[in-house]
């Protein structure tokens, strides 16, 4: 008998959600990092691809296995490819410990591997790019955990001075008058793993445009397992529904117990076709792919590609040069490591 041939694994999930793109691999006790190109921004980094490396700053939620496995992979091939020195950002309670762990692999390889390692405490933000702030929120896990929130700060002229001209405007500035005030938007906020909770019932979870939240299971018998695991269940999604006001709701860290067709036969079920449609699961890679055409489609119409009577073959290459940049990844992923701890 011939052995059979390894097994096809996954690739790398994609949602466009313009201007931003979410790019990752996460399965629940496996391996989660997300990536988000456009902010220079990694959440965890439990596995380690081409994508995960490009950003300058990774934001560990927790210490678990399939959530931190990489990281020091991450700085040495930053380094090693001359992509600057990443940085970690971390709950200041497992900072000692990432610490640690970095100087473990700096002994055994014999060779200095450059980090950096910023420790946040609760609603504690640094700077990651121009008016962009990333802010720690403290989350419920079986270990210390922190999710974060991806800040936009703008500034409105204020409502007094909405109707002055703009010669009133500048004079009132020089004169030391304060004609604006300051609006802080989360834009994307990303949960890691957690216990549902009060702590969900903030501004930076109710009020982002895109909530990044594991729902790792979804069969009524699973619920036990959840909360002795601190995990979300699709039974707490649906109570936390109500409240949200996000644009789209992307779902990760699903564990292998539940298939895709499970999945969605559950949001069908569970939440109002207006609600469901909200919903991404970020390791669909079919329906995102689908969902990214339909965006292509619907881009090329509204720049007005193909309305002058171009052939088939012109109307075709449009799409090409514009998917280029931003096709969902077709590179196929390695194994990630296993762990069962956070599941």
Avoid at 30 to 47: H, K, N, Q, R, S
Avoid at 67 to 76: E, K, Q, R, W
Avoid at 214 to 241: N, Q, S, W, Y
Avoid at 247 to 272: D, Y
Wanted: aromatic residues 6%.
């Amino acid at each position: 008998m011939l052995p059979k041939p390894p097994s096809r694994v996954g690739q790398i999930g994609f949602l466009l959600f313009p201007p931003i793109r979410i790019e990752g691999v996460t399965i629940a006790g496996e391996g989660t990092a997300i990536v988000i190109p456009e902010y220079d921004l990694c959440f965890d980094i439990g596995v380690c691809f081409k994508p995960m490396l490009s950003a300058k700053y990774v934001a560990i939620t927790h210490g678990h296995m399939d959530h931190v496995a990489n990281l020091p992979y991450y700085f040495s091939q930053r380094w090693f490819q001359g992509m600057g020195v990443g940085t970690c950002v971390c709950d200041k309670r497992i900072e000692p410990a990432v610490r640690g762990m970095m100087q473990g692999w700096i002994d055994l390889e014999n060779q200095k591997t450059s980090h950096e390692v910023i420790g946040l405490d609760q609603h504690e933000e640094i700077q990651i790019k121009n008016n962009l702030f990333l802010r720690a929120i403290r989350m419920d896990h079986t270990v210390p955990a922190t999710g974060y929130a991806v800040i936009e700060r703008r500034t409105k002229l204020k409502d007094e001075f909405r109707d002055l001209p703009q010669s009133r405007l500048m004079e009132l500035k020089r004169e030391g008058t304060d004609i604006t005030r300051e609006l802080r938007l989360p834009m994307v906020t990303y949960l890691g793993d957690t216990l549902p909770g009060p702590h969900l019932f903030c501004d930076e979870v109710l009020k982002t445009r895109i909530l990044i939240t594991e729902c790792t299971f979804f069969e009524k018998e699973h619920k036990e397992r959840a909360a002795i695991g601190k995990h979300v269940h699709i039974d707490d999604l649906v109570e936390l529904m109500p409240h949200l006001e996000c644009e789209a709701i992307v779902l990760t860290h699903i564990t292998r117990r539940t298939n895709l067709a499970q999945v969605h036969e559950e949001i069908n079920r569970r939440f109002s076709p207006e609600d469901a449609a909200r919903i991404h699961v970020l390791m669909d890679h079919r329906q995102n792919r689908r969902r990214y055409d339909q965006q292509m489609v619907a881009a090329e119409k509204a720049a007005g590609v193909g309305d002058h009577g171009d052939s088939a073959d012109n109307k075709n290459k449009p799409q090409q040069s514009a998917s280029s940049s931003v096709t969902p990844s077709a590179t196929t992923t390695p194994a990630p490591a296993s762990s069962g701890a956070s599941e």
